[in-house]
């Protein structure tokens, strides 16, 4: 009986760790979230950017993946992503490469 006690045990302390880490995770992500200065503009792309590309719209800031935003779709990336470290520091008319593709930047907002 009490070998089934301490297992049932155990395996509530792994989840409640699991449980903490994604809170410590999606707090970390408001804070980033709640800093970003996305009223003003910038020549270089930095956290708070809104990049658009020859195919794509990037907004640097956490990494939720693709999202629509007004009937486009909307790849919100990481400034730490491999496709946001290319991006980050870049300008109008500078090109990245990700993917085996090409992507010039046409305006950043």
Known sequence: ????Y???RE?????KEKYSTQLEDAEKMKTILNSLKIEHSSEKVVLGSLVKSSTCLFFVSISLGKIPVNGKEVFVISPLSPIGQSLMGKQVNN???FAGKVERIISIA
């Not at 009986?1 to 089934?4: A, E, Y």
């Not at 395996?11 to 989840?15: I, S, W």
């Open 6 to 8: 301490e297992t049932a």
């Open 11 to 15: 395996m509530m302390n792994l989840e």
């Open 1 to 4: 009986m009490g070998d089934k």
């Open 95 to 97: 090109s990245i490469e």
